[in-house]
């Protein structure tokens, strides 16, 4: 019987000393005698390093890198991977967790599927401990069992795009030749590059990490202009299709196009709409600042002309009415309607918890 595939888990870290041990502890709690954990010091400012160095030297699976000058999450995954020697690499976040027993299945689906990329899934971890499902859940539920590629499966292009929800090849992510860009949403380009080129994708619906939601610093509950750079991550995405394509073996389908770009309309609406109410009248903050949530929406209006696919047909609910205001560029009209779809949003939920 073959052995099992080594992961390296890679890990940037920065400003989060109070979370670093529970996650390390969620890591190396579970993790096989061979597996490798690199932890990049992205220069933090506080006792993060001093952390690192005392835990590494309690437990040799744990190699620390530290870095001379802050630059960001995306090279400090450049830089682990380029140190990394696992059959499969696993980029994670020092303020998330590994959820008990993810290792031992997630091992054992890399050995009997051998796949480009395992999709995992993940909950919500909340301050106090509340949990709650990702929206995502039932696609990776359903998925095909053993591997597929993405122009079977399209629809899991509507799975988060975030790294630590896959475990990769590290040769094929070589072979692709993508790295993490500067500035934030970094993991976008990486995550579509991944999925459009990957000729083996296998699926885990079980629940393997939890991402600790609405942290206060987190970037994810932080108004700042810098959430304009989701723009350039997909527009990185769309310029490399036909090098993903060639990478694929097969042309970008109808199918996959559509759903590529519903993907980033959706993922502009959702960061115009996270952090309260998002736009509109009622002053409550979101992650664009008031002052350029316009731009931020011609931004939004231009992409949407520019990318839609020939026959492309609005999404059912909710989300079609967002889709046919974005392309008419009716900011008013959407600043007006978005609190109210906020708080049906909210409504929903609250029914959802308490029914369960």
Request: charge should be positive; charged fraction near 20%.
């Amino acid at each position: 019987m073959p052995s099992l595939p080594r992961i390296s888990v890679i890990l940037p870290v920065y400003g989060v000393p109070e979370y670093l041990d529970e996650c390390l502890d969620s890591v190396l709690g579970q993790a096989p005698g061979d597996t490798e954990v690199i932890a990049v010091d992205d220069a933090s400012p506080d006792t993060c390093a001093q952390i690192l160095d005392a835990r590494s030297r309690l437990d040799p699976r744990l190699k620390v890198i530290h870095l001379a000058e802050n630059a960001g999450p995306g090279n400090a995954r450049n830089v682990g991977l380029k140190s990394a020697t696992g059959d499969y690499v696993w980029f994670t976040d020092a303020d998330d967790l590994i959820a008990a027993g993810a290792f031992a299945e997630i091992t054992a689906r890399l050995g009997h599927d051998q796949p480009d990329v395992l999709l995992i899934d993940y909950e919500d971890y909340y301050a106090g401990g509340r949990t709650g499902p990702s929206p995502g859940a039932a696609l990776l539920r359903a998925a095909p069992a053993g591997t597929f590629t993405l122009a079977e499966q399209p629809a899991l292009l509507s799975l988060t795009m975030t790294s630590w929800s896959k475990v990769i090849r590290r040769a094929f992510l070589a072979e692709i030749g993508i790295a993490f860009p500067p500035g934030i949403h970094e993991d976008v380009p990486v995550s579509c590059a991944v999925l459009l080129s990957a000729r083996r994708i296998s699926a885990l619906g079980r629940v393997c990490y939890r991402y600790r939601r609405a942290r206060r610093g987190s970037f994810m509950v932080t108004t700042s202009d810098r959430h304009f750079d989701i723009f350039g991550s997909y527009q990185a995405v769309f310029d490399l299709l036909p090098a993903f394509a060639q990478s694929a073996g097969e042309p970008v389908s109808d199918a996959v196009r559509a759903a590529l770009f519903e993907r980033a309309i959706w993922h502009y609406t959702t960061i115009l709409g996270t952090g309260g109410t998002g736009i509109g009248a009622a002053r409550i903050g979101g992650l664009v600042p008031r002052g350029a949530r316009r731009m931020f929406f011609e931004r939004m209006h231009k992409d949407y002309r520019r990318w839609r696919p020939a026959g492309y047909r609005y999404p059912p609910g909710a989300r079609g009415a967002k889709f046919r205001l974005v392309e008419r560029n009716a900011y008013r009209t959407y600043a007006v309607l978005e609190p109210v779809n906020q708080l049906r949003v909210l409504v929903s939920r609250a029914a959802s918890r308490l029914r369960a």
